[in-house]
T-cell receptor, first 113, second 115 residues
């Protein structure tokens, strides 16, 4: 049962376009995360949030930005897409309790031409 | 920065064989989680181990947390093609206080089980 939703699932778009990847969760989790992952490879944390109006950069530098205006919503934006942004982007959430797992969406596969 | 080393990175075996995947670190974790990710999907939690020396079983999968809480292993008995996927371990920081803001993920083990 998917309680965290990402849209779109797939996006093919030209260089220079502005892109917003959507992520919503219905579990009331305070913490949310964005990861970048090449197919079958390791996860790289690019952004995370502790709660509303909180955003932090992750371990991997990214040209994307995020916002957290509502608890359930954590969109990621690329102002001007480039081919190097081609990847899979995974959103996750977790409660603010120790030792709790992260719940992942199914990801957005982004291809920049 | 804490690191989790997973081995092997790739594993291809025949259906029915047994295998073990390892997750090692020099750091202590308050808990360790194992996830499986199938192509085109997000990772899904398999198990969380919390106590040093803990062993958990999930059907043909056996998970063990090291006594010192620095390492873990996943053993699969009689592997099946449905076990194919990317297996990720992730550690929750022992010393980050109540509610770690992020997990430390290993790079994953890509398992292929050939029919």
């Amino acid at each position: 049962e998917a309680d965290i939703y990402q849209t779109p699932r797939y996006l093919v778009i030209g260089t220079g376009k502005k892109i917003t990847l959507e992520c919503s969760q219905t579990m009331g989790h305070d913490k949310m995360y964005w990861y970048q992952q090449d197919p079958g490879m390791e996860l790289h944390l690019i952004h995370y949030s502790y709660g509303v109006n909180s955003t932090e950069k992750g371990d991997l530098s990214s040209e994307s930005t995020v916002s957290r205006i509502r608890t359930e919503h954590f969109p990621l934006t690329l102002e001007s897409a480039r081919p190097s942004h081609t990847s899979q982007y995974l959103c996750a959430s977790s409660p603010d309790i120790p030792n709790q797992p992260q719940h992942f969406g199914d990801g957005t596969r982004l291809s920049i031409l | 920065t804490q690191l989790l080393e997973q081995s092997p990175q790739f594993l291809s075996i025949q259906e029915g064989e047994n295998l073990t995947v390892y997750c090692n670190s020099s750091s202590v974790f308050s808990s360790l989680q194992w996830y499986r990710q199938e192509p085109g999907e997000g990772p899904v939690l398999l198990v969380t181990v919390v106590t040093g020396g803990e062993v958990k079983k999930l059907k043909r999968l056996t998970f063990q947390f090291g006594d010192a809480r620095k390492d873990s292993s996943l053993h699969i008995t009689a592997a099946q093609p449905g076990d194919t996927g990317l297996y990720l371990c992730a550690g929750d920081d022992e010393y980050s206080g109540a509610g770690s803001y992020q997990l430390t993920f290993g790079k994953g083990t890509k398992l292929s089980v050939i029919p």
